[in-house]
Structure formats: structure tokens, C-alpha cells
């Protein structure tokens, strides 16, 4: 099946994080893309099997970050942080000629509840009606900034 714009981008995405070493056991090349709608995460490390999710944005200032990122479903999301769990996130930026990129990461320590806001449920008239997204804010008050990492 063809895949989306957007799904190129998460795709793009994905592979450049691979490139990235984990952030935990410092290996390179080892993190990989799960399969599509694996629950709350993108990637998974090979070695030690760190995972995180990985979100990508087209902003022609690749230095800024955006203010909203589109999360996926809010159900499972809900479901991990009413039991503790977050997942570390990369944040890649890229302009729409992919001339340009950031990669830019926050730890799970430093995420807040407040980060995550459900979206209202789809109407009937939507493709999956009923279905519940959420947004990840990053100029909140309360939440802690990605920091840049280097692109390796
Ligand atoms: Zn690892």
C-alpha cells in the first residue's frame, strides 16, 4: 500500500533517529523501527532493547520546535501514564525540502502529564468515527524543553 505524506515524513523520521546511538546503552545502529501502530512507541534498541517514540514535523526554521506535536491514540497513551509509564521522545524537525534538520530529544524523567492533551473524538462523519487523538504541547509552563542532540 502507498504510503501517505505523512507517513513518509514519520517514516524519514525513524531513520534518522537509526542513525542516532541509543541514548541508553550507547550503541549505534542498533535502534530500529517497530511495526506501524505498535503501542506508544516507534523504536526499539536491538542491544538493550530501549524504547522510544519518535515524531516528526515539517517547519521551513528547523531550529525552532513546534509548539504542538500530533500525538496518536489518546486510549492507550492514557492508559500508560495512569500507570507511570512514559516513553523517552524524539523530536525531528525537518524542512519540507528536507534541506534542513534537528533532531531534538526529552527523557521520560522530564515529561509531565500536562504535556499530554486529548483531542475531541471524531465526528460520524470521519473515516473512524469516535476515534480520540491527543496533542503533545511543548511551550508549556510546566513541562521541561527537548534538548538538541547533534545528528550523527
Ligand atoms: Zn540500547
Known amino acids: 500500500m ?5 507517513q513518509q515524513l514519520g517514516d524519514y523520521g525513524e531513520k534518522l533517529v537509526g542513525k542516532s ?3 541508553k546503552c550507547k550503541r549505534v545502529k542498533t535502534l530500529k523501527q517497530l511495526p506501524i501502530n505498535f503501542a506508544c512507541a516507534d523504536i526499539i534498541c ?3 532493547g530501549f524504547l522510544a517514540q519518535v515524531k516528526s514535523a515539517e517547519k521551513e526554521n528547523v531550529d525552532i520546535l513546534p509548539k504542538y506535536l ?3 491514540a489518546w486510549g492507550p497513551q492514557k492508559d500508560h501514564m495512569d500507570s507511570g ?3 523517552p521522545l524524539f523530536i525531528v524537525v525537518v524542512s519540507p525540502d528536507r534541506k534542513k534538520k534537528a533532531l531534538y530529544y ?3 524523567d522530564l515529561q509531565s502529564p500536562e504535556m499530554f492533551v486529548p483531542r475531541k ?5 470521519a473515516k473512524r468515527p469516535g476515534w480520540q487523538g491527543f496533542t503533545i504541547r511543548l511551550d508549556g509552563e510546566e513541562s521541561h524543553k527537548p534538548v538538541r542532540l547533534k545528528i550523527a
Not at 502507498?2 to 505523512?6: E, F, K, L, N, Q
Open 2 to 6: 502507498a504510503r501517505t505524506r505523512r
Open 121 to 125: 473524538p471524531l465526528t460520524s462523519a
Open 21 to 23: 546511538p541509543c541514548p
Open 85 to 87: 509509564i512514559y516513553f
Open 70 to 72: 500530533l500525538g496518536a
Open 46 to 48: 536491538s542491544f538493550c
Open 106 to 108: 526529552l527523557p521520560a
